[in-house]
């Protein structure tokens, strides 16, 4: 049981706009910055987005992150079957020198 | 441009120790301002962090598995490896090593491929 909760999926149809969530608490998400990570079937986790909403060069302007509060999302426009993966949220932890996932959620384009 | 590649025995016993290596090519394990991690996917559940190493060759570890874990690294071979003791079916995942710069991005910016550790006996 992960501190930062997503939902386990989400889904939307080519075109479309699909937003994953990430809430969190005043010790974790609301204390640090918030990345997100995209994972391919098969493939190891590639860096989407860092800094809350920092785009990685590659990363298409499709993808966007924000934070407020406690809470942080990822919105992805013109949806792509090529985007069906799973993604979590993450954040560095001062205090334990490393790394808190979210659960994950996997996205599904129909 | 900097490349992560692990290594070691895919299958381990229940009870033994998964031993791991990262090979780092196109950077220094000892540059500093570096983190080096050790991240798992067990097989259906999300990614965990198991522990960390500083350029300094500080370590840390997730509390859960601090009693098992041990990481540590060879500047001479430019590689850092994972140990974790006394491994049940539960240890059984993806095992990444990833790199964090504490003054670039701030995220893991380079990740292994992966390497599939299944506990069996």
């Known amino acids: 049981q992960s501190v930062l909760t997503q939902p386990p999926s989400a889904s939307g149809t080519p075109g479309q706009r699909v937003t994953i969530s990430c809430s969190g608490s005043t010790s974790n998400i609301g204390s640090n910055a918030v990345d997100w990570y995209q994972q391919l079937p098969g493939t190891a986790p590639k860096l989407l987005m860092y800094?809350?909403?920092q785009r990685p060069s590659g990363v298409p302007d499709r993808f966007s992150g924000s934070k407020s509060g406690t809470s942080a999302s990822l919105a992805i426009s013109g949806l792509q079957s090529d985007d069906e993966a799973d993604y979590y949220c993450?954040?560095?932890?001062?205090?334990?020198?490393?790394?808190?996932f979210g659960g994950g959620t996997t996205l599904t384009v129909l | 441009q900097m490349q992560l590649k692990e290594s070691g025995p895919g299958l381990v016993k229940p009870s033994e120790t998964l031993s791991l290596t990262c090979t780092v090519s196109g950077a220094s394990v000892s540059t500093s301002s570096n983190y080096w991690g050790w991240i798992r996917r067990p097989p259906g559940k999300g990614l965990e962090w198991i522990g960390t190493?500083?350029?300094?060759?500080?370590?840390y570890y997730k509390p859960s598995l601090k009693s098992r874990v041990t990481i540590s690294a060879d500047t001479s071979k430019n590689q850092f490896s994972l140990k974790l003791r006394s491994v049940t079916a539960a240890d059984t995942a993806v095992y990444y090593c990833?790199?964090?710069?504490?003054?670039?991005?701030?995220?893991?910016?380079?990740w292994g491929q992966g390497i599939l550790v299944t506990v069996s006996s």
């Open positions: 800094s809350n909403n």
């Open positions: 190493i500083y350029f300094t060759g500080s370590t």
């Open positions: 990833a790199r964090r710069h504490q003054y670039s991005l701030g995220a893991v910016d380079y």
């Open positions: 993450a954040l560095w932890d001062d205090s334990l020198f490393g790394w808190v």
